[in-house]
């Protein structure tokens, strides 16, 4: 809510990045008024979109990891699926 880089937000809270991508991700699935964009963008959720249908919805998120052969890490696999459940 104050603007600040993902970064910035760790450093503050004493936390490292990706704890606070999972924090986001909760929060904006749980319905909290969350920018989600300004941590990822609407391509990076298509092609989760798009492997979700291929992979039959995995539970885990390592078959996406695999999937996108290590290219997108695990906090923005979570974040775009956080993204298609709230839809």
Do not use: C, N, W
Not at 9 to 38: M, Q, S
Not at 41 to 68: C, M, N, W
């Amino acid at each position: 809510k104050e603007g600040l880089a993902l970064e910035e937000i760790a450093e503050k809270r004493g936390l490292k990045p990706t704890t606070i991508f999972f924090h986001i991700a909760k929060l904006y699935r749980d319905g909290e008024e969350v920018d989600i964009y300004k941590f990822i963008t609407k391509q990076e959720v298509e092609s989760v979109r798009k492997a979700k249908v291929i992979l039959e919805g995995p539970e885990a998120l390592k078959p996406y990891f695999d999937h996108f052969e290590e290219q997108m890490g695990y906090d923005k696999i979570r974040m775009a699926l956080s993204v298609l459940e709230r839809e």
